[in-house]
């Protein structure tokens, strides 16, 4: 049994942080418990209404990934299967059904306070700056490239961390300023990780057009990759046999509901601010949707049942 709607999970762990999706618990010194609400949010604003199975598909498509990916890069994952959860934390027993398939037991690290963003294509803000500067992040790209471009090689464009609003794309110069030789190591582990992950997916009639990852360093000083890893809220999934430069991409994310909203800022119901507009049943449906078929075509298994 699971609960298919999550708009705030609340359990009997010290809470640390709560995020834009997900809830941050302690479970002791060197471990935390994160747990995947439905919020959703579009233009930086958290809307009132959750998107059934959203947490869901992050939570377990990061857990398929940080197994694929483990012999790339270690992670903090060590389980997102509530009865080995419960093995482990007998006090989240009676709170199973809300555990079940969007809580990830985690090694415990010091955040690096950078997003380490990798872009396959020129597509969002990336490209809204190069049409006007010719650069990404500061850094000069070649003349002449259209949106949705390929970039070869990928580019790694580090950003800071923002809680709320926008994060600020930086260079590459000024996230080596801060953290030394830490920063050679990111940038190797994000293209590394990167280019795994976009040759499985390719083979799934996926493009992951770019991706943002966020990585810790425990007490020993071992970097691990955390947080969520190649899912619909961190990365850009287009349908490979729909791609065509020159124009934005159809995506297996939250169009449905940016579609919707950028109708109403566009016939001035919506200033594009909190508080967000009342969701029709249908957006948030084909939004739910359409995050479960991005978890099917990428691991090519619908999505379990907890």
């Known amino acids: 049994m699971t609960v298919s709607t999550v708009s705030r999970s609340e359990l009997p762990l010290p809470l640390l942080r709560q995020g834009k999706v997900r809830e941050v618990y302690e479970v002791d010194a060197g471990t935390l418990l994160l747990v995947a609400s439905d919020r959703v949010s579009a233009f930086d604003v958290v809307m009132a209404e959750p998107v059934p199975k959203k947490g869901i598909v992050l939570t377990q498509m990061s857990a398929w990934w940080f197994r694929q990916l483990a ?3 270690e992670s903090h994952f060590i389980t997102a299967e509530a009865d080995a959860i419960i093995t482990r934390i007998p006090a ?10 969007r809580a990830m037991l985690c090694r415990r690290t010091n ?3 950078f997003e380490c963003v990798v872009r396959g294509y020129l597509s969002g803000s990336a490209w809204a700056e190069y049409r006007t500067t010719g650069t990404l992040a500061g850094e000069a790209l070649p003349a002449g490239l259209v949106e949705s471009a390929r970039l070869e ?4 464009s580090p950003a800071t961390k923002a ?5 600020e794309n930086i260079t590459f110069g000024r996230m080596r300023a801060a953290l030394g030789d830490l920063a050679e190591r990111l940038r190797s582990l994000s293209l590394a990780v ?5 040759e499985r997916a390719a083979g799934r009639g996926i493009i992951i057009a770019d991706t943002k990852f966020e990585f810790g360093v425990t007490p020993a000083g071992t970097v691990l990759l955390i947080d969520e890893v190649l899912t619909p809220d961190s990365s850009r999934f287009w349908p490979a046999d729909r791609y065509q430069p020159g124009r934005g991409q159809p995506s297996f994310d ?3 509901l940016r579609d919707y909203l950028e109708g109403l800022k566009r016939a001035g119901q919506w200033n594009g601010h909190a508080p967000p507009p ?4 249908e957006v948030i449906r084909a939004t739910s949707i359409r995050y479960q078929d991005a978890y099917l075509r990428i691991t090519g298994d619908p999505l379990p049942a907890a």
Not at 163 to 167: A, F, L, R, V
Not at 194 to 198: A, E, L, V
């Open 163 to 167: 809680e709320t609003g926008h994060d």
């Open 153 to 156: 090689p990928p580019v790694f």
């Open 194 to 198: 990167y280019q795994t992950g976009r």
């Open 71 to 73: 012999g790339t890069v």
């Open 254 to 256: 939250k169009q449905p």
């Open 278 to 281: 009342t969701l029709p049943t």
């Open 92 to 101: 989240l027993a009676p709170h199973r059904p809300l555990l079940a398939g």
């Open 111 to 113: 955040p690096v306070p």
